[in-house]
């Protein structure tokens, strides 16, 4: 009898862990390639393989965990920059660091990494360009700035 892995009577909170376990693996095999053509190469599939893992993070209140996240895709690479990752990756990623630092109290980080995502998302996602702000806004106000 083949059961599916994390699913079966498992609380959602397992199968998130389970879950999580899962991404951690394809994140590090995507780290850790070592292809040179950028065509080819695992390391652009690392980010959005990030980004679920703060989700995970996130929502298993397993914050601590996001900085090892974050070490790992802003570590130099001699082949590979961050503005070579797609574009919607990126914003989201940085939705997620700035998210971090707002719950660090490092807000002026935060609205460096906020308003780059707000300024990368298109018009057409409301949804996405209201969760930015409704971070933004208030880490622009303790800042001091207009928002």
Do not use: M, W
């Given at each position: 009898?083949?059961?599916?892995?994390?699913?079966?009577?498992?609380?959602?909170?397992?199968?998130?862990?389970?879950?999580?376990?899962?991404?951690?693996?394809?994140?590090?095999?995507?780290?850790n390639?070592?292809?040179?053509?950028?065509?080819?190469?695992?390391?652009?599939?690392?980010?959005?393989?990030?980004?679920?893992?703060?989700?995970?993070?996130?929502?298993?209140n397993?914050?601590?965990?996001?900085?090892?996240?974050?070490?790992?895709?802003e570590?130099?690479?001699?082949?590979?920059?961050?503005?070579?990752?797609?574009?919607?990756?990126?914003?989201?990623?940085?939705?997620?660091?700035?998210?971090?630092?707002?719950?660090?109290?490092?807000?002026?980080?935060?609205?460096?990494?906020?308003?780059?995502?707000?300024?990368?998302?298109?018009k057409?996602?409301?949804?996405?360009?209201?969760?930015?702000l409704?971070?933004?806004?208030?880490?622009?106000?303790?800042?001091?700035?207009?928002?």
């Amino acid at each position: 009898e083949r059961v599916a892995y994390g699913l079966a009577g498992a609380h959602r909170g397992e199968t998130l862990a389970g879950c999580e376990l899962a991404l951690k693996r394809a994140f590090t095999l995507c780290l850790n390639d070592r292809t040179v053509e950028p065509l080819f190469t695992r390391y652009t599939g690392a980010l959005e393989l990030a980004n679920q893992l703060f989700k995970c993070y996130f929502r298993l209140n397993k914050v601590r965990l996001c900085k090892h996240i974050i070490t790992a895709i802003e570590r130099p690479n001699t082949s590979f920059s961050f503005e070579n990752f797609p574009a919607p990756h990126r914003a989201t990623y940085r939705y997620f660091t700035g998210r971090l630092h707002v719950l660090e109290d490092a807000f002026a980080e935060a609205d460096r990494d906020l308003s780059y995502a707000y300024a990368r998302i298109p018009k057409k996602y409301f949804a996405q360009r209201r969760k930015v702000l409704l971070l933004l806004i208030p880490t622009r106000l303790v800042l001091g700035l207009a928002p």
